[in-house]
C-alpha cells in the first residue's frame, strides 16, 4: 500500500490549475498555429492571429487566458494500493481547486442554480469542483483536469436517438449541434462526442473526450473515419474564428464510444473552446 500526503495533492492540484489557466496547452497551441497557417479568410486569419498573440501575452504576464475561467472538472483514477494520508482525495482536490482560483486570481463562477449568489464565500472559491472517480489497479494516482466555460458548455447537448438512426442520426446531430452553436462557444472549437451506454454515460464520455491530445488518432478505425467526415462537414458550415465566417470552425473531433442497450443509442456533444485550459499529471 502505497501512502500520499493530502497536502502533495492539494498543491499539485493548485499549481497545475494556475499554469493551465494561464498557459494555453501544447495541443491546442499547435492547432491554432496550423488554423492560421491554414486559414483562407483574411478576416479570420486576422482573429486567430489575435487569439495567438491572446496566449502569448497570458503566458508571458502570468494573466488568466480569458476572463471566464470556468469551472474545474476532474477525471480521476485512483489505484487501489494507494491511500491518502492526512484528508480524503475529495477535500484535497476541492482544496487545491480552491487555492487554484483564488491564489491564481481567477473568477470564482459557482453560484446557486436559481438565486444566482456566488458560492465563494459559504463553501469555497469556485467550489464544489465536478469530479468523476475511477478505481484502477495500482497505487498511483492518474488527475485530468480542465477548466470548462459557460460559453462552450451552454452549447453543449446530449440526446438519445433510436438505433435505426444509426451513424448518419450522429453525424447529422453532431452538425446540428455545431450549427445552432454558432460563435458563441468562441470558435475554433474542439468537439467531444460520447457515443453508447445510457444517457449519463454518453455527456460523461463526449467531456472526458476533450482531453484527448489534439491532432491524434482515434484507435478505432470506425471512430476515426467518423472523426474525419465530421471535421470535414462541420468545417464546411462556414462559421470560423468567432463566426467571422472562416473555414477553421473546428480544430478537432474526438469520439469515446461505449455499448449500449439494444434498444437505444445515446449520443452527446461536449463543446471546448478555443481556449482549450486541460492538463493531466500523476502522482
Keep these: 500500500m502505497r501512502e500520499i500526503k493530502y497536502e502533495d495533492i492539494v498543491k499539485a492540484v493548485r499549481d497545475h490549475i494556475i499554469y493551465s489557466g494561464t498557459n494555453l496547452s501544447k495541443d491546442a497551441l499547435a492547432a491554432l498555429n496550423r488554423a492560421y497557417e491554414e486559414e483562407e479568410s483574411p478576416v479570420c486569419k486576422e482573429v486567430l492571429k489575435q487569439l495567438l498573440e491572446n496566449a502569448d501575452i497570458a503566458a508571458n504576464e502570468a494573466r488568466p487566458l480569458c476572463q471566464d475561467t470556468g469551472l474545474a472538472v476532474f477525471f480521476v483514477k485512483v489505484g487501489e494500493d494507494l491511500k491518502v494520508v492526512g484528508g480524503t482525495l475529495k477535500d484535497a482536490i476541492n482544496e487545491g481547486t480552491r487555492k487554484g482560483y483564488e491564489e491564481g486570481y481567477f473568477r470564482a463562477s459557482t453560484c446557486v442554480w436559481n438565486t444566482r449568489a456566488n458560492l465563494k464565500d459559504e ?114 458550415l462556414g462559421i470560423g474564428a468567432m463566426g467571422m465566417g472562416g473555414r477553421e470552425t473546428v480544430l478537432g473531433v474526438h469520439i469515446e464510444a461505449n455499448p449500449c442497450h439494444i434498444a437505444s443509442l445515446p449520443v452527446s456533444v461536449n463543446v471546448q473552446c478555443h481556449s482549450s485550459r486541460h492538463t493531466s499529471f500523476k502522482l
Excluded at 464544489?128 to 488527475?143: N, R, S
Excluded at 451552454?154 to 447529422?172: C, F, Q
Excluded at 491524434?216 to 471535421?231: G, P, R
Design 123 to 236: 463553501i469555497g472559491y469556485n467550489l464544489p469542483a465536478i469530479i468523476h472517480f475511477d478505481l484502477v489497479a495500482g497505487d498511483e494516482l492518474e488527475i485530468e483536469y480542465a477548466a470548462k466555460g459557460g460559453g462552450s458548455e451552454n452549447v453543449s447537448r446530449a440526446t438519445v436517438l433510436p438505433p435505426a438512426a444509426g451513424r448518419e442520426g450522429i453525424v447529422n446531430f453532431v452538425k446540428e449541434v455545431v450549427s445552432n452553436a454558432g460563435p458563441n462557444p468562441c470558435p475554433p472549437i474542439i468537439v467531444g462526442v460520447g457515443i453508447g451506454g445510457t444517457f449519463e454515460k454518453a455527456a460523461i464520455s463526449s467531456k472526458h473526450a476533450l482531453f484527448r491530445t489534439v491532432g491524434t488518432t482515434n484507435e478505432d478505425a470506425t471512430l476515426e473515419d467518423m472523426e474525419e467526415e465530421l471535421m470535414l462537414k462541420l468545417n464546411n
